[in-house]
């Protein structure tokens, strides 16, 4: 798995965590005061980057969480079927398909270039150039 450990007090927003094995994007962070009797909790709102879905993580501040390590790769558009894209990496001239986001849908033609975040053998159109 492509992640690295870290503290959770170590996380800020934008930054990515793993929360229920899917790689999120940090949204909101709450920590609680410690207490008489154990560590200040950290309560870790993330937004998925490939499913859109909030979780929520809840840990001590100096508790254990994965981080993915998220690659950000540039792929030129072949060819445009449905809501698929057909992609070629400029570097290996790879050819594969992703599934074209909805705020992106119309934006995404033959010939444009795309950015693709890529993490933990995964890979997501996230803007076009």
């Not at 008489?36 to 929520?56: N, P, S, W």
């Not at 001590?60 to 057909?86: F, H, L, N, T, Y």
Request: hydrophobic share 40%; proline share 5%; aromatic share 4%.
């Amino acid at each position: 798995m492509a992640t690295i450990p870290a503290q959770a007090k170590e996380l800020r927003e934008g930054r990515f965590v793993v929360i229920e094995g899917e790689p999120c994007r940090v949204v909101q962070i709450e920590t609680s005061s410690p207490g008489k009797h154990g560590a200040a909790k950290m309560r870790i709102v993330g937004i998925g980057i490939f499913d859109d879905v909030k979780r929520t993580l809840l840990k001590p501040s100096d508790g254990d969480v994965e981080i993915p390590i998220v690659e950000r790769k540039s792929g030129q558009v072949v060819s445009v079927s449905g809501d698929m894209a057909q992609l070629m990496d400029p570097q290996t001239y790879e050819m594969f398909e992703l599934k074209i986001p909805e705020e992106l849908k119309g934006q995404v033609e033959a010939g444009k270039e795309v950015e693709i975040l890529e993490t933990m053998g995964r890979r997501a159109i996230q803007r076009v150039r």
